[in-house]
């Protein structure tokens, strides 16, 4: 447990960073109260906009001469054209950018970038600087105001009322403000990542003794005992009357479910030889495929390919199951998109192949060694010592040459290679 709870610890960022947007990180107030404190101590005005250049808050300490013309028809969208400039740069170069709005006013956009995620950015500025150097953007060639503010007494005479300052002293501003956002950001961040690896830990612990809790529940009632005790047949009669019931109240879907389940139960319980046909392991194979479609819907498909005598090829009892669950539970199952299973059964001169293909995550046949590495990884004990122990029967009857391999194929999924000989009758075992 105590790997786990490490491994939550170093976990990456994405877990929690990209869930983030700009308000859900820093807060609306803590935003606005950043603004205020910012803008009082250098004289810039501020608005914050998200990862799209839209605002997120309220304008602070913005110019008389800036607020008259944002609220002029038709000339608020060269304003809000010029913060998306600002910040679409920002975002581009991740660094901070400096430009001239179309009213001539100067300005910069600091990206907020928290562990290499953009969030947003602070447009900053409304500043009169006149030795900027010449590279500089000027919007005032690319976006001109229907309206020029230079032959309007009333804004001309605020435009000039606006403070002056030195290029110098405008980027050394830029830069302490930019240091102050990722500082802030980044105290943020470490706090929400504290809150969840907390309340992971003690779900965590919460599991744990839930589990130790039923394990005493199981000893003391001998649940194991009595579950052995049941009647197979009394099984089978219960799942028939449920089958009918589904028919006679028009339940098509649990009529199927319950006569697939029937028939896959009848044959685990009822089968104790140690090698039966192919042909009748990848039927029930598929049995299990259909309860898992019936219980997902569209999560996934499968293919199932025979090539070999379905009269004479024969293969240990029960060795495919735990291979296909492997590959529908731990590969399929985790996908946010469509999944889709294959399954190819081959009979080769002295051998029978057979291949399991997914394009899920899986577990690979790395962590499902023989040894049992890292089988504290894993939350389904039992499949694993399953898988680990159909590998050392194998190897240990038929030789080396013969194993169930799984390979996991980045960003591809998971390949499961079974082989065993066509002829294993009368071998050691």
Not at 164 to 180: G, P, T, W
Not at 185 to 203: F, M
Not at 327 to 351: F, H, Q, R, Y
Not at 403 to 418: H, L, P
Request: proline share 3%; with cysteine.
């Amino acid at each position: 447990m105590n790997n786990y709870i490490n491994s939550i610890e170093k976990s990456d960022d994405r877990f929690l960073i990209e869930d983030f947007d700009i308000t859900s990180l820093f807060g609306k107030e803590m935003l606005e109260e950043i603004q205020e404190k910012v803008s009082t101590a250098t004289g810039l005005a501020f608005v914050t906009v998200d990862y799209k250049g839209e605002p997120v808050t309220e304008l602070t300490a913005f110019t008389s001469f800036c607020q008259l013309i944002r609220q002029r028809h038709g000339s608020e969208i060269f304003c809000k054209s010029s913060d998306a400039y600002g910040a679409i740069m920002a975002a581009v170069t991740q660094k901070t950018n400096v430009y001239f709005c179309p009213c001539g006013l100067i300005e910069v956009a600091i990206p907020i970038i928290i562990k290499g995620h953009y969030l947003g950015g602070f447009i900053g500025g409304q500043i009169r600087c006149e030795d900027a150097p010449s590279e500089v953007c000027r919007l005032k060639s690319l976006q001109q105001h229907q309206v020029n503010y230079e032959e309007n007494p009333e804004t001309k005479s605020l435009f000039n009322e606006i403070t002056k300052m030195r290029y110098a002293q405008f980027l050394n501003i830029a830069d302490m403000v930019s240091m102050i956002i990722t500082q802030v950001g980044e105290k943020e961040l470490s706090r929400l990542e504290a809150q969840e690896i907390t309340q992971q830990k003690k779900e965590l612990f919460h599991k744990r003794e839930q589990i130790i809790q039923r394990e005493r529940d199981l000893k003391n009632d001998e649940l194991n005992t009595l579950k052995a005790q049941i009647n197979p047949h009394f099984l089978f009669n219960c799942l028939t009357t449920i089958s009918n019931l589904a028919m006679i109240e028009d339940a098509p879907r649990t009529n199927e479910m319950t006569t697939i389940f029937a028939e896959l139960l009848r044959i685990n319980l009822a089968t104790s030889v140690k090698e039966r046909l192919l042909l009748e392991e990848i039927n029930n194979i598929e049995r299990y495929l259909k309860i898992q479609k019936i219980r997902f819907g569209d999560k996934f498909d499968y293919t199932i390919i025979r090539n070999f005598n379905e009269q004479e090829v024969v293969i240990p009892s029960f060795m495919l199951l735990p291979f296909v669950e492997n590959a529908v539970v731990n590969g399929l199952m985790p996908l946010k998109e469509k999944g889709w299973l294959k399954i190819t059964a081959a009979e080769k001169i002295d051998s029978i192949e057979i291949i399991i293909e997914d394009n899920g995550k899986g577990l690979s046949g790395k962590k499902i060694s023989l040894a049992g590495e890292s089988e504290k990884e894993f939350s389904d004990h039992g499949l694993l010592q399953t898988i680990r122990e159909i590998r050392r029967r194998l190897v240990d009857r038929y030789g080396a040459q013969y194993d169930a391999v799984i390979e996991n194929i980045t960003e591809k999924g998971s390949i499961c290679r079974i082989s065993y000989p066509k002829n294993f009758n009368g071998k050691a075992g």
